[in-house]
């Protein structure tokens, strides 16, 4: 380990100085841990030059393997201490479903397992369990995760939604109505709104408006009268109570009353299935998933 740590020092400084400093070492033992790791490994991992170094292509390579496997253990290390009872569960979340659904919900998690430690971590798209430290992730999409277990949690139901204002203005009657008012479309689904008018039975060749990168932007900027958003209708409950928010097209003819589609997409909890037994992860799924059913 002492090898390795001085060697992810130094690749990261590129110098065995530095490096030094940081681990509070002399330069020459640095040196001659970095010279010991590369007898094991069979390999020159930096290429020295009078008073400098550089990593080596296999050196760079290894550098960030190396990197990202320390991240682990110091992870488990600092979750360990912090409960060494329990056991820490490291979960990625999609923005707007973990503050909006997930994390309202999770002290009933919490008060169910007072043991276990739940840290959170946004993520956006499918990524390498291998790579990061994270014991599981919300998933919204296909029931397909390279390398991951899913369980299915909840389908998603969207509606158009706008500011009171922004209706009286365009008066909306039918769904084909819609397509005279600004548009507002979600860079994760950028074909959205081309499918809701399909469900509806408009065809379009393309639909044109702003473009934002999370649900709760699409809101914010909805609720500002900037546009007509397609939003889950479980993920905006709260604005449509207070009427921040209103159903663009209540009454409409054609698809839902309110002009509802449900999504093809559903949401899932995915894990590496080498975490399958681990305990705080087999605590998460019974609970998650019991709450999942009894969301309306």
Known sequence: MSLLRAFEASARHQSFTAAADELSLTQSAVSRQIRALEELLGSDLFVREKQTV????????????????????????????????????NIAILPTFGTRWLAPRLPGFIAENPGITINLTTRLAPFDFQSETVDAAIHFG????????????????????CSRALRAEYGFKTAVDLLKAPLLHLESRPDAWERWFAAMGIAVDEVHGMLVDQFALAAQAAISGLGVALLPRFLIENELERGDLVEAMPGAAGGGADGAMESAEHYYLAWPQSRESYPPLKAFRAWIGTAAKNTP
């Open 142 to 161: 296909a029931p397909e995760w390279p390398g991951a277990e899913l369980d299915f949690l909840m389908k998603e139901t969207v509606i158009p939604a």
């Open 54 to 89: 550089r990593l080596t292509l296999a050196g760079e390579a290894y550098a960030q393997e190396i990197r990202a496997a320390l991240k682990r253990i110091s992870s488990a290390t600092l979750g360990f201490r912090a409960n060494p009872q329990g056991g820490t569960l």
